[in-house]
């Protein structure tokens, strides 16, 4: 059974979803929930800076993308000194398919990993370190001297200003040292998969990720985990894994089974106890202090972006948020309500966008948002390209109020199932208002779907349905706000 770099991913993530996946993939594909439009997206810019990357090598071969072993066995013996898409198979069934090898004059080799990230990841779900520490492994299985490794990533620093330089967009950054730290580890972990992987039979009752916060469970997390209650101890909000792994090994996955004396904080505790009671803990002193020191008009804002790995306006870096979309709904002092909305056409800075707000809301008021560090640090980047905004820009992030903080700890209702997303408190408090109709129906089906219309030339939906689809979902994040707010100012 094979064992390619992705099952090694997923290996180290969760060995169980790993093994059904090699072992019944049918049932697999019924939990791995759908390939995404924005995986797809994340993709096509995987591609796109390996199409950069290629720029900094000379007397380079591109190998087919389905090139066999064998294939790459005989071009390894050509005098070019640098391979592309080069592939390996090991004698126990692990394949490798190395980004960048480099023959070197001494007949070993240089392996180059190209990511879209801006730095080197070495968190658990993406260790760059262990997909290069995986290449090397490979190689030398099948015969060959690995004796330098580097990593190529993008430019942070980087700005576009006309066409892109591949050699200020990407940086190379040899990890040699710390490929040779990891290797008997990472080789031991290899083993492992490859001796899971051809079980007959496993303990299909549990996997892993039962002792993981819900961040991370794995796609198939309710194959194996079939007993987990609604209200399970993974919907506490920022619960730790010690603690969920202190609580599974004691037989509590459920909200309402947690002892009394368990540890909780503050925030935990209210979650805990709008479930034991059915009903929300509402700090009404609290809410009404905070709701009473915004300032009218409140101005009700919501951004959608739109981000690249390789900057698509002049002016940006890698994967900075370029805004396409505001809805402002801007509330009186006598209730009164007006609407704004703005929707760019193509791939450019938001000047427009800007002059039209600072027109509807001038510098007045209080602006709220949904997590307003989003939009302040959009604020601050829109100040740093369009410095003729700034005395708004600023005024907008110094008067911006996080309505979203009040349902963290003054409105805990345990029907939002540990979270503070709009998408969770809008249907509890507002049941008349939902998503589910809308065509687009999150933020990132809004950046996947601007970002196709804006610059794929085979985009071949309706461009002004489109748009109007587009509008309907940011008025109703802003809307939304809104009848929370009345809701709020109601209790």
């Known amino acids: 059974m094979q064992l390619t770099k992705t099952d090694f991913i997923q290996y180290l993530n969760c060995p169980e979803s790993l093994w059904l996946l090699k072992n019944k993939p049918q049932v697999y594909e019924e939990y791995k929930g759908e390939f995404s439009l924005f995986l797809e997206k994340l993709i096509q810019e995987g591609y796109e800076v390996e199409g950069y990357a290629k720029q900094l090598f000379k007397n380079s071969i591109d190998l087919p993308e389905d090139a066999s072993p064998e294939y790459t066995k005989t071009k390894l013996a050509s005098d070019n000194t640098v391979f592309f898409q080069p592939s390996f198979l090991s004698d126990k069934g692990v394949f490798a398919r190395v980004d960048v090898l480099e023959k070197l004059p001494n ?5 180059y990993e190209i990511k879209s990230s801006t730095s080197i990841k ?7 370190l262990k997909d290069a520490c995986f290449q090397k492994y490979v190689l030398q299985e099948c015969g060959y001297t690995v004796s330098k490794v580097s990593i190529i990533n993008l430019n942070k620093e980087y700005v576009r200003q006309g066409t892109i330089i591949a050699e200020g967009l990407l940086d190379i950054i040899e990890v040699t040292d710390e490929i040779e730290n990891l290797y008997s580890s990472v080789v031991n972990e290899i083993n492992a998969a490859i001796t899971f992987i051809n079980k ?3 303990n299909a009752q549990e996997c892993s990720c039962l002792y993981k916060t819900r961040s991370n469970h794995c796609d198939s997390f ?3 985990n079939t007993d987990i209650p609604d209200y399970s101890i993974y919907e506490i909000g920022r619960i730790s894994a010690k603690k969920v792994i202190e609580l599974v090994e004691d037989g509590n996955t459920a909200i309402i089974d947690i002892p009394l004396d368990f540890e909780l904080n503050t925030k935990q505790q209210i979650q ?8 929300p803990i509402i700090n009404n002193t609290a809410i009404d202090k905070e709701l009473s020191n915004l300032k009218f008009p409140l101005h009700f804002v919501d951004y959608e972006t739109y981000a690249s790995a390789v900057p698509k ?10 805004v396409f979309q505001v809805s402002i709904h801007t509330m009186q002092e006598d209730g009164t309500l007006t609407h704004f909305e703005w929707l760019g056409r193509s791939l450019e800075l938001p000047t427009e966008m800007l002059h039209q707000m600072q027109n509807f809301t001038d510098s007045t008021g209080t602006f709220i948002s949904w997590n307003a560090p989003f939009e302040i640090g959009r604020n601050k980047d829109m100040i740093a390209w369009l410095p003729e905004f700034a005395r708004y820009l600023s005024y907008m992030n110094e008067h911006m109020y996080d309505l979203m903080n009040i349902f963290k700890e003054d409105y805990v209702d345990y029907r939002c199932h540990g979270s503070s997303s709009i998408k969770k408190v809008l249907p509890v408090l507002c049941p008349q208002f939902s998503y589910s109709e809308l065509e687009v129906q999150d933020g990132t089906m809004a950046l996947d779907t601007w970002g196709r219309m804006v610059s794929d030339p085979n985009f071949n939906e309706d461009i002004e349905q489109t748009r109007k689809n587009l509008l309907e979902y940011c008025k109703l994040d802003t809307l939304a706000m809104v009848e929370i707010y009345k809701v709020l100012k109601n209790i």
């Open 107 to 111: 007949g070993s080799f240089h392996i």
């Open 200 to 202: 007959e039979n496993i």
């Open 222 to 224: 309710s194959h194996f």
């Open 313 to 322: 306006v002049d002016g940006m870096s890698p994967h900075k948020h370029l």
């Open 122 to 128: 070495k968190d658990k779900k993406h260790n760059h």
């Open 272 to 279: 805990v106890a709008s479930l034991k009671q059915e009903k």
